[in-house]
């Protein structure tokens, strides 16, 4: 299972930006969590901030150096994989096609639950058929690391500076192929 936004694209959100607009001075406090927790007319005034930069993120998006490569290798090799995001549908679905990339599984968060929830990824390992101890979640955030451990699924941490506990972590998309190999093989 794939993060979308930060992994498989270039990461596009501004986020000091959006949270001063939203008043979150907080940088642990995650907008989707603190949703919840405000009246109605609050929350609609955070969730159309987020819509806005969500709409300026698709605008601009660009493919990761090795999502191409990846989802060639997981196609060719027959492996079954899916898209797990906390973005909106329409977001990605325009994202998709700016970048020019394709999986028939994606798993947003307009199902109601959003990483660091497990059910998202557990979705997404149903979608692809299989069981979550079998999963691989390939990630850039910490809520892609906490929702995969929660699903009890292998996480692994595409970052230059690992400082998010994981059981394995990528420096680059291009070195996917490689670990997805050496896993398959063991």
């Known amino acids: 299972l794939l993060d979308f936004d930060g992994t498989l694209t270039k990461p596009a959100f501004d986020w000091p930006v959006m949270k001063e607009e939203m008043g979150l001075l907080d940088e642990e406090v995650s907008i989707l969590d603190y949703l919840p927790t405000l009246s109605p007319e609050r929350a609609r005034e955070i969730s159309d901030i987020l819509e806005k930069h969500e709409l300026k993120a698709a605008d601009i998006a660009e493919a990761n150096d090795g999502s191409h490569a990846l989802i060639a290798y997981l196609r060719t090799r027959k492996i079954p994989f899916g898209v797990v995001t906390n973005n909106a549908e329409r977001h990605v679905l325009k994202m998709v096609k700016k970048i020019n990339i394709s999986f028939e599984v994606l798993v947003t968060r307009d199902i109601g639950y959003w990483k660091p929830d497990p059910r998202p990824m557990l979705a997404g390992a149903e979608a692809i058929g299989?069981?979550?101890?079998?999963?691989?979640?390939i990630g850039d955030g910490k809520y892609d690391m906490m929702a995969a451990k929660a699903a009890g699924m292998l996480s692994v941490h595409l970052t230059e500076r690992s400082s998010i506990p994981s059981d394995?972590?990528?420096?680059?998309?291009?070195?996917a192929p490689a670990l997805l190999k050496q896993l398959i093989d063991k």
Request: hydrophobic content about 40%; glycine content about 0%.
């Open 168 to 175: 394995l972590t990528l420096r680059s998309l291009r070195d």
């Open 130 to 137: 299989v069981s979550p101890e079998k999963c691989v979640v």
